[in-house]
């Protein structure tokens, strides 16, 4: 469904006031200009008028219109009165995790149409193309005060000013400097259930949705002030839900350089290169603001400071930085295929250490500037720079270690594409041992323990091995087990997996005996990531499961070939109990769109139990050898590239010369579950 609006406004003189002229504003100015919209003229009577965007309509039975002004332009419009809100969901794929985020996150009901229905008092509508789509000028006219004589609109403003998600004044920056073809559109709904955030959302991620703002449960000074989105629908605009989500630009190269001299301060020098996918003059990033972390039995939001972006001849570029979103602005655009490097200066007290612990942990995503991992992945180089007795670990082959002004330091690189880069600095002892053409550091927390990283090394050569049989050779050069002093997790950067300290001391404490049950399993879980992860990159987060149930379903089988005959067993009892909670919530490809009450456990359910018996029903339907096959092929036709589950289906089918569509529709795409 397309964006229209049926409204015009008109804007009225007023007698004592001058407008601002239209300003010819870059990233930098638009980003300062919303955070103070306006409203202009009087107010114009809005009976009997409809506002329809996407799929969500407003009528408004009574009440008043004025035109909203930011620099000059008119860029949406604010509304107090009464009036009536619908909201449809027409799209089959995210019906069952629509419906579930209804009920669970909302006091609404979705009528036998798929829509939901509320009444409202308020809504601020902002337009990117505001003057086109509202049917005004797009400039005010001189002598129209822009004036708020009642506060609404301040008030308005503060009441959505701490609530987190995207927002008019991230997205407009860059809407307003290199527009997409069809308006940015972002409703603020003060309506008599919820406060609503609408956003239709042509520019990023070419997606629609609509959220209730649920405020922060916390007491903590930094957050309890704060509302997040529970997301109720989430319809895509312009592309199939099969296909990638379309961007711009993607990052191509990042080279790293980090330096903790004393406490929690991080010093950041990244230079990024991009490349260009269509034309582009604004690279849209993620980038803190801030970085939570605890002090005492609170938490405290320390700021990020982005001190300046440049080319790499030092000329400076506008950009705006707020609310964990940043925009740069190129002198010119790029063409499709072209490059260029930009360069980030960045600093604050944000390497928080958990329980004041030796050792700080942060992946790259929360300190150096990156797009979604969507069709993003960039080789790596990092220096590293740390006070001692720290050792620092990162990414990639070990080029070199040294001193330098009292700092241990190190060198990475990794020439494969990867996507989120972990930093790690602590008190830690290695033992080293190569292996394949693998060289692998297992690195104890605090104390040496040769005996237990002997052992673990051991474990992992075993696994690496038994899946070079079926996913191919290890795929980076080094692997570093590191100890983190924390108990039943693991996690799996490139050439890293972080592993809890039950898997170096089981018997340490009641917590690590209760925790070791699995460790195996775990450890062959995060290792398998390394194929189901990183060759076949991060894709949308739909395709999440051909990372995590994927590396959960190769996890029982190596544990049950190597070490224990009954694991792969014992694990499909349990895919089929944890499945069964989230049966008819969401399906495995939109696990990750539940919101509300117990949306983490349906989402395990689905992508750690629901997806691995999909994966075991169709291997019993093709066969071993089609089935290994399959994976196999999967990852030496798209290394490197993020995951798609079009991309699976499709060599499914030429793989096993059969068409599978309709198995994937019902069991992946579906609710329906395979039979035993």
Not at 101 to 109: G, P, T
Not at 506 to 532: C, K, Q, T, V
Not at 545 to 557: D, G, K, P, Q, T
Not at 590 to 604: I, K, M, V
């Amino acid at each position: 469904m397309g964006l229209r609006v049926c409204v015009r406004i008109v804007v009225m003189a007023a007698v004592t006031a001058v407008a601002l002229p239209a300003a010819a504003l870059d990233v930098a100015g638009w980003g300062q200009a919303l955070a103070a919209p306006a409203l202009a003229g009087i107010s114009t009577d809005a009976g009997g008028r409809t506002l329809s965007f996407g799929h969500l309509e407003l009528k408004l039975e009574s009440g008043g219109l004025r035109p909203v002004v930011v620099a000059g332009r008119v860029v949406g419009a604010y509304f107090r009165g009464f009036g009536r809100l619908r909201y449809v969901s027409t799209d089959p794929v995210e019906a069952a995790a629509y419906r579930t985020n209804v009920k669970r996150a909302s006091d609404y009901e979705v009528d036998t149409k798929g829509a939901i229905n509320d009444t409202f008092t308020q809504a601020l509508l902002m337009v990117s193309d505001g003057a086109n789509v509202l049917g005004i000028e797009g400039t005010v006219p001189e002598g129209v005060a822009l004036v708020d004589p009642t506060g609404a609109l301040v008030e308005h403003v503060e009441r959505f000013a701490h609530d987190e998600g995207w927002r008019y004044h991230q997205l407009f920056p860059q809407a307003l400097v290199d527009p997409p073809a069809r308006p940015v559109v972002v409703a603020e709904i003060v309506a008599s259930q919820h406060d609503l955030v609408y956003v239709f959302d042509p520019l990023r991620d070419h997606d629609e949705y609509i959220s209730v703002m649920t405020k922060s449960e916390s007491m903590d000074a930094c957050l309890k002030k704060r509302r997040y989105p529970e997301m109720l629908s989430h319809q895509a605009i312009d592309r199939s839900w099969l296909g990638p989500s379309p961007h711009r630009a993607t990052l191509v190269a990042l080279d790293l350089n980090l330096v903790n001299r004393d406490s929690l301060l991080a010093e950041v020098d990244v230079r990024e290169t991009f490349q260009a996918l269509a034309p582009v003059r604004v690279i849209h990033l993620a980038l803190a603001s801030e970085a939570y972390g605890e002090k005492g039995v609170g938490v405290v939001c320390n700021p990020y400071v982005l001190k300046s972006v440049t080319l790499e001849d030092g000329t400076a570029l506008p950009y705006h930085h707020a609310r964990h979103d940043l925009v740069v602005e190129l002198p010119q655009p790029l063409a499709a295929g072209q490059r260029v490097t930009l360069r980030f200066r960045i600093e604050g007290e944000v390497l928080f250490r958990p329980s004041k612990l030796s050792y700080w942990r942060v992946l790259a995503s929360s300190i150096v500037p990156l797009q979604h991992l969507v069709n993003q992945a960039f080789t790596y180089h990092a220096v590293v720079k740390v006070k001692p007795p720290f050792t620092p670990f990162s990414c990639g082959r070990t080029v070199r270690r040294w001193q330098e002004e009292g700092l241990e330091c190190a060198e990475f690189r990794e020439d494969q594409r990867i996507q989120y880069p972990a930093v790690l600095a602590g008190k830690y002892s290695t033992y080293t041992e190569a292996r394949d053409g693998v060289t692998l550091h297992v690195s104890s927390y605090a104390s040496p323990d040769p005996k237990a990283c002997k052992k673990l090394a051991n474990l992992v050569f075993g696994l690496l091995k038994f899946y070079r049989h079926y996913l191919g050779d290890y795929p980076f050069a080094e692997l570093n087990l590191i100890e983190i002093e924390s108990v039943g997790w693991g996690q799996a950067p490139a050439g890293i997996i972080f592993i809890t300290r039950e898997a170096f001391n089981p018997m340490e404490d009641f917590y690590a005996r209760m925790f070791s049950e699995g460790i195996n399993g775990r450890l062959a879980h995060e290792l398998a990531h390394a194929w189901w992860g990183h060759v076949a990159l991060h894709g949308d987060p739909h395709d999440e499961w051909l990372s995590e149930s994927v590396a959960e379903y190769f996890s029982a089988y190596a544990v049950g070939q190597t070490w224990k005959e009954d694991a792969f067993d014992k694990a499909f009892s349990d895919w089929k109990i944890i499945s069964k909670f989230a049966k008819d919530k969401a399906t495995v490809f939109t696990a990750n769109e539940l919101a509300g009450e117990n949306a983490w456990e349906d989402r395990y359910g689905l992508l750690y139990g629901k997806g691995p018996l999909v994966l075991h029903a169709l291997r019993k339907e093709v066969g071993d050898n089609a089935f290994f096959t399959v994976l196999k092929s999967y990852l030496r036709s798209f290394p490197f590239q993020p995951a798609s589950t079009r991309n699976f289906i499709d060599l499914t089918n030429f793989a096993t010369k059969k068409d599978y569509t309709d198995f994937f529709n019902r069991y992946l795409l579906g609710t329906e579950s395979p039979k035993s």
